[in-house]
């Protein structure tokens, strides 16, 4: 089987990202990580990447006249590295068609909650605020709206009585972890599909 090359966008600390690594390292996720794009060079996941030996791009989106004009020399980057899969593991930039067009149907995104509830930031203290007894963690397909893709895969995270964000915060993670490498792998075999706003997966 031909190396399933992927990158990696991330803003903090990379928790998910190491997820992906740790998959890797043990033989559980069959993945080249080939690139680490990140937009704040002094984040924790760049030390991450770094310590797993994977090539880091960072920039800062200030210096660039526009999103278009740094997401072109993404573009370059995931080009020239053949990558068969963008991974939005805690990425907190929007995507313009720069990068949406040519990678739609492989790029995809983790978001902390049960889309289409609690989009965008904060989610995880949305639900908690809300109230729900009920959230969780999704992967999806990014098609540059506001984690509006197609869904992938969901896991329900209960609520509990008295919880605080920060609390739910850990299970989110927990969950996220695994549900982002599982999805990852179904891509990487072939079974994984789009059929307008429905994601077909073969057994």
């Known amino acids: 089987m031909q190396p399933y090359r992927i990158a990696v966008f991330a803003s903090g600390s990379g928790s998910n990202f190491q997820a992906i690594v740790d998959q890797v390292q043990k ?3 069959d ?4 690139l680490l794009v990140c937009d704040r ?3 924790y996941v760049v030390e991450r990447a770094k310590e797993a030996k994977v090539p880091v791009f960072t920039f800062r989106p200030k210096d660039y006249e526009s999103r ?3 997401e072109a020399l993404i573009l370059k980057e995931l080009q020239d590295r053949q990558i068969d899969l963008v991974v939005m593991a ?11 067009e040519p990678f739609y149907g492989r790029m995809i995104n983790i978001h902390p909650s049960l889309l289409p509830s609690f989009p965008g930031v904060n989610a995880i203290q949305q639900a908690v605020d809300y109230g729900v007894k009920v959230t ?6 990014v098609d540059g709206g506001l984690d509006s893709g197609p ?7 209960e609520i509990h009585e008295h919880e605080t964000a920060e609390s739910l915060a850990e299970r989110i993670h927990a969950a ?11 891509l990487r075999e072939g079974k994984v599909s789009i059929d307008g706003r429905r994601v077909l997966i073969r057994s």
């Open 151 to 157: 869904i992938i895969a969901q896991r329900a995270v």
């Open 41 to 43: 060079p002094g984040a």
């Open 31 to 34: 993945v080249s990580i080939e």
């Open 176 to 186: 996220e972890h695994m549900v982002l490498p599982q999805a990852i792998r179904l």
């Open 27 to 29: 033989g559980k996720l």
């Open 90 to 100: 805690g990425y907190m930039r929007i995507i313009t068609n720069v990068l949406v």
């Open 68 to 70: 278009e004009a740094y």
């Open 136 to 141: 969780g963690v999704t992967v999806h397909f």
